[in-house]
C-alpha cells in the first residue's frame, strides 16, 4: 500500500546543531508539505514544493529549508537549531493542484532541542 | 489572511451524547473546507470534507455542512462513541493560482468521551 513515512520519530538534539527530518512518500504525489504542531496553535505551514527543484516558504519558514531532488522525498534541516523549534512535525502530501485535495499525513517526528 | 477559528476544549461529554464542535473562517477567495482527526500519538487523517457552499461532508456518522452565510463548518455527531476521543482540527484550503496551498488550521478541540 502507498504511504507516508517520516524518520526519525523521535530526535534530541542540541541548540545550534544541524538537524535533517526526512519524509517520503510512495503515491508519487506531486505536492508535499511540512507543519509544526505546538501546543495552543495548532498546524502552522513549514514549507511546500509543488514538484521537483521546486519549493515555497510557508507561515513559519524562518530557520528552515527544504529541497525537493525527486518527488518521493522533501527533507526538511535546521541549519542551527534553536530551543524555540522544540515541536512535533509533520509530513504531508496531496496529488493534484486544486484546492480540495486531500492531504495526507506522515505519523510525524518529535524534536526536542536542548 | 486566512484564518481558523475553533473552540478549543477540552470538551467532555458522555458516551452517546450528541456533539458540536463550532468552526467559523476567514479567507480570501473561496475555500474549500476540511475536518481532521489526530488520535493520539497518529498523524492526522481526514474526517471529512466540503467545497462549495451547503455541501455537507459526512464521514463514521459525522457531518459538517459548509454554511457561506456565516463562515461555518460546525461538527456535528449524534451520538458519541468512547472510539471517538481523540483531537479535532477544522482547516481550509484557498487556492492562490500557484497551485495547492497548504492548509490553514484551527488550533485543534480535544474531545474526551467518558463511558
Known amino acids: 500500500d502507498a504511504e507516508i513515512t517520516q524518520s526519525p520519530r523521535h530526535k534530541i538534539t542540541e541548540t545550534g546543531r544541524q538537524v535533517t527530518l526526512a519524509c517520503h512518500q510512495t503515491?508519487?504525489?506531486?505536492?508535499m508539505f511540512w507543519y509544526r504542531q505546538d501546543l495552543g496553535h495548532g498546524l502552522r505551514l513549514i514549507h511546500y514544493?509543488?514538484?521537483?527543484?521546486?519549493?515555497n516558504k510557508g507561515e513559519v519558514s524562518d530557520g528552515y529549508s527544504v529541497s525537493r531532488s525527486n518527488t518521493e522525498d522533501l527533507p526538511l534541516t535546521l541549519e542551527s537549531a534553536a530551543s524555540s523549534q522544540t515541536s512535533v512535525y509533520f509530513c504531508?502530501?496531496?496529488?493534484?493542484?486544486?484546492?480540495?485535495?486531500?492531504?495526507?499525513f506522515g505519523p510525524g517526528t518529535r524534536l526536542t532541542v536542548l | 489572511g486566512n484564518s481558523v477559528t475553533q473552540m478549543e476544549g477540552p470538551v467532555t461529554l458522555s458516551e452517546e451524547a450528541f456533539l458540536t464542535i463550532n468552526c467559523t473562517y476567514t479567507?480570501?477567495?473561496?475555500?474549500?473546507l476540511f475536518w481532521y482527526v489526530q488520535y493520539p500519538g497518529e498523524g492526522l487523517q481526514l474526517l471529512l470534507k466540503?467545497?462549495?457552499?451547503?455541501d455537507k461532508g459526512s464521514n463514521k456518522g459525522f457531518e459538517a455542512t459548509y454554511r457561506k452565510e456565516t463562515t461555518s463548518f460546525h461538527l456535528e455527531k449524534g451520538s458519541v462513541q468512547v472510539s471517538d476521543s481523540a483531537v479535532y482540527f477544522c482547516?481550509?484550503?484557498?487556492?492562490?493560482?500557484?497551485?495547492?496551498?497548504?492548509?490553514?488550521f484551527g488550533k485543534g478541540t480535544h474531545l474526551i468521551i467518558q463511558p
Open positions: 504531508a502530501s496531496s496529488a493534484g493542484s486544486g484546492r480540495a485535495d486531500t492531504q495526507y
Open positions: 503515491w508519487n504525489h506531486n505536492n
Open positions: 514544493s509543488y514538484g521537483v527543484q521546486d519549493t
Open positions: 479567507a480570501t477567495g473561496y475555500p474549500s
Open positions: 466540503a467545497t462549495k457552499a451547503d
Open positions: 482547516a481550509l484550503s484557498a487556492y492562490s493560482g500557484g497551485g495547492a496551498d497548504g492548509l490553514t
